[in-house]
């Protein structure tokens, strides 16, 4: 080791090693309305030449930085900031440090942020917002979760209501705002449909309510998030099954769960043991 670096000192810095090259992408399009597509990615030498998209970009970087320009003006983006930038507005991109980037960006349609906010988007891209950081972050983990659409709905539309204050901020914030009413006529939509589920959409339709304002209806009157309150729902009875010696498979197929997986998951995050375990136990 000693005699390598002695040999990269007489040499220059141009010799010592650098980090092989990385692509890695992971992409996918959800079903969660007004998400076009998610994207994953770790990049250590590509740099995007200048482009558009017809969407809004919702990126943040969880190792590294990238340097961007957008509108002749250059951004970058650390690791606590969410970038926003909209569409039909050209940017580009690179990494910052030899090392690159690793980030994860939403593409969002029309439906979740306006046209109207497109400006106020290219004046300030960059926001440094830990809460709306997290939130985004939360989002990208239910949306990679087949099943939890309802949760990343739910996430989805506190991201979007939280964005909109940014770009808008003469406008009132987004603080929780009871009402009971409101909240008791979305729980008695989930009871009615824990096997099948609830789109927040649908279910802001049925309640005439905006999807943000029925999400914190709900969670200032029961303590719980709407997708929480349902998937409760759905493992009190998948307890009952397993307790009658239905299989797990089958009870994730009969309790609206995705699959076996997606039950566990959630069971063992209530109950905290496996749905097989927790069957066995009521044999002793």
């Known amino acids: 080791m000693a ?105 969002l349609d029309g439906s979740r942020l306006g046209d109207d906010l497109i400006g106020p988007a290219v004046d300030a891209p960059d926001l440094r917002d830990p809460l709306l950081r997290r939130r985004v972050g939360q989002l990208h983990t239910a949306l990679t979760r087949p099943g939890d659409e309802l949760e990343a709905e739910s996430r989805l539309t506190l991201v979007g209501e939280r964005l909109r204050t940014h770009l808008r901020p003469g406008r009132p914030g987004g603080g929780p705002r009871r009402d009971p009413v409101l909240a008791r006529r979305l729980r008695e939509l989930l009871d009615e449909r824990v096997v099948e589920g609830l789109a927040l959409a649908e279910a802001a339709r049925l309640v005439q309510a905006h999807p943000a304002h029925l999400v914190r209806a709900f969670s200032s009157a ?63």
């Open 3 to 107: 005699a390598q670096e002695a040999r990269e000192a007489r040499q220059g810095p141009q010799a010592r090693q650098t980090p092989q090259a990385r692509r890695d992408v992971s992409a996918w399009h959800p079903t969660v309305p007004g998400v076009v597509e998610v994207f994953h990615a770790h990049f250590t030498e590509y740099a995007y030449p200048m482009h558009v998209h017809d969407a809004w970009t919702l990126l943040i970087v969880d190792d590294g930085a990238v340097r961007y320009d957008l509108d002749r003006h250059e951004h970058g983006t650390p690791h606590d900031t969410v970038s926003l930038l909209p569409p039909h507005v050209p940017h580009n991109g690179s990494p910052v440090t030899p090392d690159g980037f690793r980030k994860r960006v939403l593409y």
């Open 222 to 284: 029961y303590g719980i998030a709407p997708h929480q309150y349902l998937n409760a729902r759905r493992v009190d009875r998948a307890r009952r099954l397993l307790l009658a010696d239905r299989g797990p498979a089958d009870v994730a197929a009969l309790t609206g769960f995705h699959d076996q997986a997606h039950l566990t998951r959630h069971f063992k995050k209530l109950v905290g043991v496996t749905p097989g375990r927790y069957r066995t136990s009521s044999r002793k």
